[in-house]
């Protein structure tokens, strides 16, 4: 059974830094994708940043130039480190990750910037 478990999340000010960490676990072969998505109170769910096996990495515009996503291969993790963040990046933020050919989710993790 193949499992993501986030940490990270909670709250900060506008211009604050949060780092968002999610582990993968269980059997596992090989992971293409891992990345990160989030969803705001009535908005749909939007893709943040996407880390590929390669290392290629593509960002949302929105948060292109604050928000830096990584991975540590050895030990199935990716990383969402997110710097000067803005009321307006508030979200349940969710990692996730094509692990043996299947897409897997965290169980999401709310970020609040708030004053």
């Known amino acids: 059974q193949v499992q993501l478990v986030e940490s990270g999340g909670g709250l900060v000010q506008p211009g604050g830094s949060l780092r968002l960490s999610c582990a993968a676990s269980?059997?596992?072969?090989?992971?293409?994708?891992m990345g990160w998505y989030r969803q705001a109170p009535g908005k749909q769910r939007e893709l943040v940043a996407a880390v590929m096996s390669g290392g290629n990495t593509n960002y949302a515009d929105s948060v292109k130039g604050r928000f830096t996503s990584s991975r540590d291969n050895a030990k199935n993790m990716v990383y969402l480190v997110m710097n000067s963040l803005k009321p307006e990046d508030t979200a349940v933020y969710s990692c996730y990750a094509y692990i043996n050919g299947t897409r897997y989710w965290g169980q999401g993790t709310q970020v609040t910037v708030s004053a």
């Open positions: 269980g059997t596992i072969f090989s992971i293409y994708a």
